[in-house]
C-alpha cells in the first residue's frame, strides 16, 4: 500500500497541493481526476520524488518517510526501484531496438539472465501487440507504439507501481485505443497504477478507485461507482464538461 497523509508541496508562494490525505492500494489502479492547474501532476510527480513536498508523511512498503526532513537519495532509489513513472514514450533509447529497450532495465537493474529477460521481454511485447516490432528501433514506431514499449518495459521490470500522467494525451485517437485496450488488460492482471487521465470513459472502465482534485484538494476519494453517482455539483459539472 502507497500512501500520504498531509502532503503539501508550493512552487514559491503558490502552494499547489493542500495538505493530500489518501492511499493507493496495491493491485488496483486509482485515477486521478480533476480540471486542469488542480495539481493531479504535480501529486503523481510527488509520488515519485520528481517533485519535493515540503511536509506531510509517506509511507509505503515499509517506509515511513517524514516529508519535512530532507530524504535521502537512498530512501528515494529504494522508492524508484518499486515505481516508475511511464513517460510518453519519449524515453525509449533511441540507439536500441525495441526488445533491448525493454531487455535493458531487467538485465542491468535487476540482474537477469539474459536469456530469460528476452523471453520474457518477447511475451511482454506481444502482450501490448507489438511482437513483430522487437527489432525495430524507436524512430520506426508511431506514438501509439512507442507508448505501449513504454508500457512494456515498465512491466519488465517488475515494478509495483506504475504511475501514467495523461498516456495518451498525446495520441490520435485510432492510436489512443491500443494504448488503453492495453492498460485495461493491465489492469486487469492486477498490477498495481496511478493513472492521470481526462478520458472519463476510460477512468470508469479502468479504475477501482478514483481521486478528484480541484486547486489542490481532494473534493472526493472513492470507488469508480460511487464517483459516477455523484451528487455533488462541482463534480457534476466537471463530468458534464467532459462529456
Ligand atoms: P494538472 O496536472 O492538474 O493540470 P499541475 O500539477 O501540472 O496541474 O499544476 C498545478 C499548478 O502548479 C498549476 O498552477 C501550475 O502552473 C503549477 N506548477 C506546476 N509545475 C510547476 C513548476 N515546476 N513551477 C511552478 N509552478 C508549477
Ligand atoms: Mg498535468
Known amino acids: 500500500m502507497l500512501k500520504i497523509t498531509g502532503l503539501t508541496k508550493s512552487f514559491g508562494s503558490q502552494q499547489v497541493l493542500h495538505g493530500l490525505t489518501t492511499s493507493f492500494p496495491e493491485q488496483q489502479t486509482t485515477v486521478i481526476l480533476g480540471p486542469s492547474g488542480s495539481g493531479k501532476s504535480t501529486l503523481l510527480r510527488s509520488l515519485n520524488f520528481l517533485e519535493r513536498p515540503e511536509s506531510g508523511q509517506y509511507d ?9 526532513q530532507p ?3 537512498a530512501t528515494i532509489l529504494k ?10 514514450g519519449y524515453n525509449l533509447f533511441p540507439h536500441l531496438s525495441v526488445l533491448k529497450n525493454v531487455t535493458e532495465g531487467p538485465i542491468y537493474v535487476r540482474h537477469q539472465a539474459k536469456d530469460s529477460a528476452q523471453t520474457t521481454a518477447k511475451q511482454l511485447l506481444a502482450k501490448v501487440g507489438l511482437a513483430d516490432k522487437a527489432d525495430s528501433y524507436p ?3 508511431s506514438g501509439g507504439q512507442a507508448q505501449r514499449v513504454a508500457i512494456a518495459r515498465s512491466l519488465a521490470m517488475q515494478l509495483e507501481y506504475i504511475f501514467l ?3 495518451t494525451s498525446a495520441l490520435d485517437p485510432e492510436l489512443e485505443l491500443g494504448v488503453l485496450k492495453v492498460l485495461l488488460q ?9 493513472i492521470v487521465t481526462h478520458n472519463l470513459a476510460f477512468a470508469r472502465q479502468v479504475a477501482d478507485k478514483i481521486i478528484f482534485i480541484e486547486h489542490g484538494k481532494i473534493l472526493f476519494d472513492g470507488s469508480s461507482q460511487d464517483f459516477f453517482a455523484t451528487t455533488n455539483h462541482r463534480i457534476l459539472a466537471f463530468i458534464s464538461a467532459m462529456t
Open 60 to 68: 509505503f512498503d515499509g517506509l515511513q518517510i517524514d516529508l519535512s
Open 71 to 73: 530524504v535521502s537519495q
Open 79 to 88: 522508492v524508484r526501484r518499486q515505481t516508475e513513472m511511464v513517460f510518453q
Open 139 to 141: 524512430n520506426q514506431l
Open 165 to 167: 500522467d495523461e498516456p
Open 186 to 194: 493491465i489492469a486487469q492482471e492486477k498490477q498495481s497504477m496511478i
